[in-house]
C-alpha cells in the first residue's frame, strides 16, 4: 500500500566524469557500471542511497530535481502542505530560530507546514507494539527507503523481516489527509534522495538543497518573512528520529550488549548486518539499520551545510530539548490517541536482481589476463572500487566494470607501453641514422662511379705507355726505375678506383653455392691473428646452404676481421657468430678492443674516411665492404662503445645477406 516502484533517481554528467571510481567504491550495492571509462548508474541496482552524489567532488552525479514541479504546483494549487523531515535544524542551522524557517516556507506558498516527527511519534508506537507481540521474530526496520529497496532487490527472502509499518513521511501524509481533507496535496522536503521514490501516495518530494535553491531562486530571505510555528499535530520525540538510535530512544528501548536482541547499524555497515543475519540466523528481536549515518547526514543536505555530523547532531538536540521543555503533553497524547486506528501499514514487493555469478573457470581466465597469477599477486588494494581483486574480476565478467580499473594491471601495462616506445623510438632513431647514412653514400657513391669513370681512361693510357716505354729502355737506364714506379703508381690509382666502383655498386656479383659456416672458418683461417687475440666461432644455422659472390664475401669478411684484430692492440677476443631464419642468413663479427668514438659513428662508411696513420690506410676498407653488402642487397649495421664508464668497450658489425635459392 503506498509503495511506488523505484525509477530513475540518479544520473551521470558525462562531460564532468574523470574516472576516479570514488562512486564505485562508495555504492553499497555497486549499481555504478563503468563503459569506456565513463561511469553510468545502473538503475535496476540502484537503492537511491545517494552516495555517489555524496563523494563525487566533480559534481558528476546529480539526483531527480522536482524543483519546478513543487513551484509550479504551488502557483497551481493553494491547498498544500510542506511535511518537513525531523532533520531540519541540522540544515538550517543559520536560522536564528525555527519559526522563521517555517514563516519562509509559508511566504513560498505553503497553506499548511506540519512536522514528520509527529508521524515518527506514531510509527515508533506501532514499531513497539509490534516488537513486543513477536518477541521471538526478527524485524528489520522499515523507515529507510534505501534499506527497504535493498532488502526487496538483494534479500527477496527477507521481505517477510520488514516491520510492515509505513515511514513517517508516508505516516504524516495520511495523518494530513486525515486532518485538512483528500483534496490537500502534500510535499515531503527532508534530506533523503531516496524518499523520492519511496511512495505513490506523497505528491511530491524535495531535498533541503533543492528547497535552498528554490529560496534562492523566489529570493525568499529570513528578514523579509513573519515567524511561524508548525500547523498541528505538533511532534514530541519523534524529533530525534534523524540521529542514530533516535528510533529506539522514541520506543524507550536501547541496544543493550547484555541483552543483544537489537543491533544498530548505519552507513554502509549495515550490509555486513544483513549478509551476517542471513547466514547465522542469529536470534536478535530488532535490525535498525540506516543506509546514512543517521538522516543528518542525508545526500539531499545541502552543499553549503559545513557542519560535521556531530554538530549536526548537536543542533537537533537542542532544538529537542527547546520543544520538549515547550511541549503540551496533554494534547500530544491527545493527537496520539486521535490518530491510534489510522491505517499505517505498509506492504512491501519483491524486486530481486538477479545476478549471475560466474564459474571459477571464466574466473580464473580474467584473473590471469590482468597478471594475478598467485594469491601474491592478489593485493585487494581497492583502488578500482571492489573491495578484492576476486570481486573486481567478477564485475568484469558481468559487464560492469574494465580491466582497466586495477591500478597494478594498468601500471605493469603502461611500463610494458613505455617500454615498447623506447625500442621504437631506439628503432626510429637508427632507422633515421641509417636513412641519413644511405642518403649520404648514395650521393657519394655517383661521385666515386663519375669520378672512377673519369679517371679509369687517362688511367688506362698512362700505363699503357709507361709499360711501352719501360719495354723499349734498358734495364741498367736510370729511367727504368722512374718507369717502373710510374707504373707501380698507376696500378695503385686503379685499385683505388675499383675500390670506388665497388663502392659505387658498378661491380658485377657472380653468386654460387656456399656452406656458409666452412667460408666462414675458412675466413678466419685467412688472417693472421696475433697470440694475445682468441678467436671464438659460433654457428646457429639451421641450413648452411647460401648463394653468395665467393671472392667479393671472402674481401668482406677478411677486412671485417683484419680491422677487428687492428682495434685490439693489448689483446682481446675476436667472434664470429652466424644464425638464421627462413629468408636471411645473419654474421656477426666482434672485438673486444678501443670501440668506434661516437662522433666518428656515422663517417665509417665515408670513402677516404680514416683513423689510421698516414700510410697505413686508403679509407676505402668499410666502404668498400658496405658496397659488396649492397650488392648483395643486405643489410649491414654496427654496436659499439669506446667508453669504458658505459660498460665493456667493442665493436660488432651485423650483416645480414638474403637468402637466395641453391644452384644459383
Not at 524529533?239 to 541483552?259: A, C, H, T, Y
Request: some cysteine.
Amino acid at each position: 500500500m503506498g509503495h511506488a516502484n523505484i525509477n530513475k533517481i540518479v544520473f551521470t554528467v558525462k562531460d564532468r566524469c574523470r574516472v576516479c571510481y570514488t562512486c564505485v567504491r562508495e555504492c553499497p550495492v555497486k549499481a555504478i557500471k563503468i563503459i569506456n571509462g565513463q561511469a553510468e548508474v545502473i538503475h535496476e541496482r540502484c537503492i537511491g542511497c545517494g552516495n555517489c552524489v555524496l563523494v563525487c567532488s566533480q559534481g558528476a552525479k546529480v539526483f531527480l530535481d522536482a524543483k519546478q514541479n513543487v513551484i509550479d504546483l504551488l502557483k497551481e494549487n493553494k491547498n498544500v502542505a510542506a511535511c518537513i523531515a525531523p532533520s531540519f535544524p541540522a540544515e538550517f542551522y543559520d536560522l536564528n530560530d525555527y519559526k522563521i524557517f517555517v514563516g519562509m516556507l509559508k511566504k513560498l506558498g505553503f497553506r499548511k507546514v506540519v512536522e514528520v516527527a509527529f508521524g515518527a511519534d506514531l510509527v515508533s508506537r506501532k514499531y513497539q507494539e509490534i516488537l513486543s507481540d513477536n518477541q521471538n521474530k526478527t524485524y528489520v526496520s522499515s523507515d529507510c527507503p534505501a534499506i527497504v529497496f535493498y532488502v526487496e532487490q538483494y534479500y527477496p527472502d527477507l521481505i517477510d523481516s520488514l516491520v510492515p509499518v509505513a515511514s513517517p513521511m508516508v505516516a504524516i501524509h495520511r495523518i494530513v489527509k486525515k486532518i485538512y481533507g483528500e483534496n490537500i496535496k502534500t510535499v515531503f522536503i527532508g534530506p533523503c534522495i531516496a524518499k523520492k521514490v519511496e511512495s505513490d501516495e506523497v505528491d511530491m518530494v524535495l531535498t533541503f538543497k533543492e528547497l535552498r535553491e528554490i529560496f534562492k531562486m523566489e529570493e525568499i530571505v529570513p528578514d523579509t518573512v513573519k515567524p511561524c510555528d508548525f500547523d498541528p499535530p505538533r511532534a514530541g520525540k519523534g524529533s530525534v528520529f534523524p540521529v542514530s538510535r533516535g528510533m529506539l530512544q522514541n520506543m524507550g528501548k536501547e541496544d543493550s550488549i547484555v541483552d543483544g536482541d537489537i543491533i544498530v547499524a548505519e552507513g554502509k555497515k549495515f550490509k555486513g548486518v544483513i549478509s551476517e543475519y542471513v547466514k547465522q540466523k542469529n536470534k536478535q528481536n530488532y535490525l535498525e539499520l540506516l543506509c546514512c549515518e543517521g538522516c543528518i547526514m542525508g545526500a539531499g543536505m545541502s552543499e553549503t551545510n559545513s557542519l560535521k555530523r556531530f554538530a549536526r547532531r548537536s543542533q537537533v538536540s537542542d532544538y529537542v530539548k527547546s520543544k520538549l521543555s515547550n511541549l503540551d503533553e496533554k494534547q500530544w497524547k491527545e493527537d496520539l490517541l486521535m490518530f491510534s486506528d489510522l491505517d499505517i501499514s505498509q506492504s512491501f514487493r519483491v524486486n530481486d536482481i538477479d545476478e549471475k555469478v560466474p564459474d571459477e573457470k571464466e574466473i580464473k581466465a580474467v584473473l590471469l589476463k590482468m597478471g594475478k597469477k598467485s594469491p601474491n599477486d592478489f593485493l585487494n588494494c581497492g583502488a578500482c572500487g571492489y573491495d578484492t581483486c576476486r570481486e573486481h574480476t567478477i564485475a568484469i565478467i558481468q559487464g560492469l566494470a574494465e580491466e582497466e580499473m586495477c591500478l597494478p594491471y594498468l601500471i605493469g601495462k603502461l611500463h610494458d607501453t613505455i617500454y615498447d616506445l623506447n625500442v621504437s623510438h631506439d628503432k626510429l632513431a637508427n632507422m633515421k641514422q641509417a636513412l641519413r647514412q644511405s642518403e649520404k653514400l648514395a650521393s657519394m657513391g655517383q661521385l666515386s662511379a663519375g669520378i672512377a669513370h673519369e679517371l679509369n681512361n687517362p688511367l688506362g693510357v698512362i700505363t699503357m705507355y709507361a709499360d711501352i716505354l719501360k719495354e723499349e729502355v734498358d734495364e741498367t737506364n736510370p729511367i727504368a726505375k722512374d718507369l717502373e714506379l710510374i707504373v707501380e703508381q698507376a696500378d695503385r690509382c686503379k685499385k683505388i678506383v675499383g675500390g670506388l666502383l665497388n663502392f659505387a655498386r658498378k661491380n658485377q656479383v657472380i653468386l654460387s653455392d656456399v656452406h656458409i659456416e666452412e667460408f666462414c672458418k675458412h675466413s678466419l683461417q685467412s688472417v693472421v691473428v696475433p697470440e694475445n687475440i682468441t678467436i671464438t666461432f659460433r654457428s646457429k644455422v639451421s641450413d648452411p646452404a647460401v648463394c653468395l659472390d665467393k671472392d667479393q664475401m671472402m674481401q668482406m669478411l677478411t677486412n671485417l676481421e683484419k680491422n677487428a684484430v687492428e682495434a685490439m692492440p693489448e689483446g682481446g677476443e675476436l667472434t664470429l657468430e652466424l644464425s638464421d631464419t627462413d629468408n636471411e642468413i645473419e654474421i656477426v663479427v666482434g672485438d673486444t678492443g678501443v670501440g668506434i668514438p661516437e662522433e666518428n659513428t656515422d663517417k665509417i662508411f665515408t670513402p677516404f674516411f680514416s683513423t689510421k696513420g698516414i700510410g697505413k690506410g686508403t679509407g676505402l676498407g668499410l666502404p668498400l665492404i658496405y658496397g659488396i653488402i649492397k650488392m648483395h642487397k643486405g643489410k649491414i649495421s654496427f654496436v659499439s662503445n669506446a667508453n669504458p664508464g658505459k660498460g665493456p668497450t667493442g665493436t660488432k658489425f651485423i650483416i645480414k645477406i638474403p637468402r637466395k635459392e641453391s644452384n644459383c
